[in-house]
């Protein structure tokens, strides 16, 4: 009796240690408290959360992890500001990420989830095409801003972003000058490839909802 004991305790143990690793792998950080304020340990580097805005972001995806990136404002001011604007009013939180194509990219910042919506405001665009120069090329990790197309394009179709942006999969140097590129992935990129490589329907949609909990403004930790 004591031996099966022994036995079904050293299962049990086994089972929980299992369970654990499994929760552990599905997210790409860990975390420490330093005087009560949360540090986020990715990959080598330390971040924290910013009350104040920055020039670097943590977008937090449900149940994979996160990503940090890295904003370029002197290369497109009126689309940092924006999506700056955005992220203090916390209007990313609870935003899925409604279209993915494999070696292409991922796209989020659409409040309906149809890939129709966006923010009550939308930008001019700052790419080649509509008059400004943007020398930000669509390589892996870009963050670049969606919006409406047409053939020929139009004055309110080169200036409807708002709110929609996505982040390259793999290079993608067609779209050089006529979008608005803005800023660019710094870790995280293991994030990038699970949200990509997810399954889609026939709409470009993933199966699952693969939702943000937030983006944040950080800074690199200094001990």
């Known amino acids: 009796m004591r031996k099966y004991l022994k036995y079904v305790l050293c299962?049990?143990?086994?089972?929980?240690?299992?369970?654990?690793?499994?929760?552990?792998?599905?997210?790409?950080?860990?975390?420490?408290?330093v005087n009560g304020k949360t540090i986020y340990n990715i990959e080598n580097k330390k971040y924290i959360?910013?009350?104040?805005?920055?020039?670097?972001?943590?977008?937090?995806?449900n149940n994979y992890g996160i990503m940090i990136a890295e904003l370029y404002p002197k290369i497109a001011p009126i689309t940092v500001e924006n999506i700056k604007e955005l992220i203090k009013e916390k209007f990313y939180d609870g935003i899925i990420f409604h279209r993915v194509i494999k070696d292409f990219m991922i796209q989020t910042g659409d409040p309906?989830?149809?890939?129709?919506?966006?923010?009550?405001?939308?930008?001019?665009?700052?790419?080649?095409?509509?008059?400004?120069?943007?020398?930000i090329s669509h390589t892996r990790?870009?963050?670049?801003?969606?919006?409406?197309?047409?053939?020929?394009?139009?004055?309110?179709?080169?200036?409807?972003?708002?709110?929609?942006?996505?982040?390259?999969h793999q290079d993608s140097n067609f779209l050089d000058g006529s979008y608005a590129s803005f800023g660019k992935l710094l870790n995280g990129y293991d994030i990038l490839d699970k949200i990509a490589t997810t399954s889609?329907?026939?709409?470009?949609?993933?199966?699952?909802d693969i939702k943000m909990n937030s983006i944040r403004f950080v800074t690199l930790y200094e001990e």
């Open 11 to 33: 299962l049990c143990l086994l089972f929980m240690l299992c369970g654990c690793s499994e929760e552990e792998k599905k997210m790409n950080y860990t975390t420490e408290k």
């Open 49 to 61: 959360e910013s009350e104040e805005v920055t020039n670097y972001i943590k977008i937090d995806v």
């Open 112 to 135: 309906t989830g149809t890939g129709m919506g966006g923010s009550e405001k939308e930008i001019k665009g700052e790419f080649e095409i509509n008059g400004i120069k943007n020398n």
């Open 141 to 168: 990790g870009v963050l670049s801003m969606a919006r409406r197309g047409s053939n020929p394009e139009t004055e309110d179709t080169l200036n409807s972003a708002s709110s929609q942006f996505f982040i390259v």
């Open 200 to 208: 889609t329907d026939q709409n470009d949609k993933p199966l699952n």
